[in-house]
């Protein structure tokens, strides 16, 4: 069997595991102390992506202008810190496909725009043994966040891989734009945080709806 790529650098939220619940709680959090209600669970949806600054200025009327916003930007990083894991889980089947690419000598990095520390946490309690914490990264000073191409770039660097043999795997704009930047091909998956509409709009390379398409996509297997 021919291998298509030679390595995947995965986004976390909404590609790997489904962080919807805990990041909407970190923010309704934060709306509560300033007195707003919860969000509708599809309002959330469509602010993730950008990295946690943007995610709560946008849940804010007054935006990053907010009074006392640096305050609430860390109120809920904190939050969100010890409540991370409460009802985050991984994608069914997404533990069958990384010890698949395991198998199959396919090389994998995580990128988000997540806390730092955070990535490197789930990546540690969800997928042990399948996932390297030291080739995860998010958020942090001196690394431009996505769509910038750093991230990425730094993962294959360490991979020993060439930009044109691997593919980025992701679920939203923000990841599509970071593909592009990076000269990579692009996987979208359309069980994530944006609809298939709005990911068939951005003509990725490859757009998937179930985990075992995008294993064939991967490993160059024919449907």
Do not use: Q
Request: with cysteine; glycine share 10%; net charge negative.
């Amino acid at each position: 069997m021919t291998r298509r790529y030679d390595a995947v650098v995965f986004d976390l939220d909404g590609t790997l595991l489904d962080t919807l619940d805990d990041l909407k709680a970190a923010l309704d959090h934060v709306r509560s102390t300033v007195g707003l209600g919860p969000l509708d669970v599809g309002e959330v949806r469509k602010l993730l992506g950008n990295g946690y600054r943007k995610f709560v200025a946008s849940a804010l009327p007054g935006g990053s202008h907010t009074p006392g916003f640096e305050g609430l930007l860390e109120g809920f990083k904190v939050f969100y810190g010890e409540h991370c894991d409460v009802r985050t889980r991984p994608y069914p089947h997404v533990d069958e496909l990384l010890g698949a690419l395991d198998d199959a000598g396919v090389a994998c990095a995580v990128v988000s725009n997540k806390g730092h520390e955070a990535v490197r946490d789930l990546v540690r309690r969800h997928f042990d043994g399948l996932l390297d914490p030291d080739l995860s990264f998010g958020e942090k000073a001196g690394i431009p966040r996505k769509p910038a191409p750093d991230m990425v770039h730094i993962a294959l660097d360490l991979l020993g891989v060439d930009a044109d043999r691997a593919l980025y795997v992701g679920d939203s704009e923000v990841d599509h734009a970071t593909a592009r930047a990076a000269g990579v091909d692009c996987a979208l998956v359309s069980w994530g945080f944006r609809s298939r509409d709005v990911l068939e709009a951005l003509h990725p390379t490859f757009l998937v709806d179930d985990v075992s398409s995008l294993e064939r996509v991967i490993l160059g297997i024919r449907p």
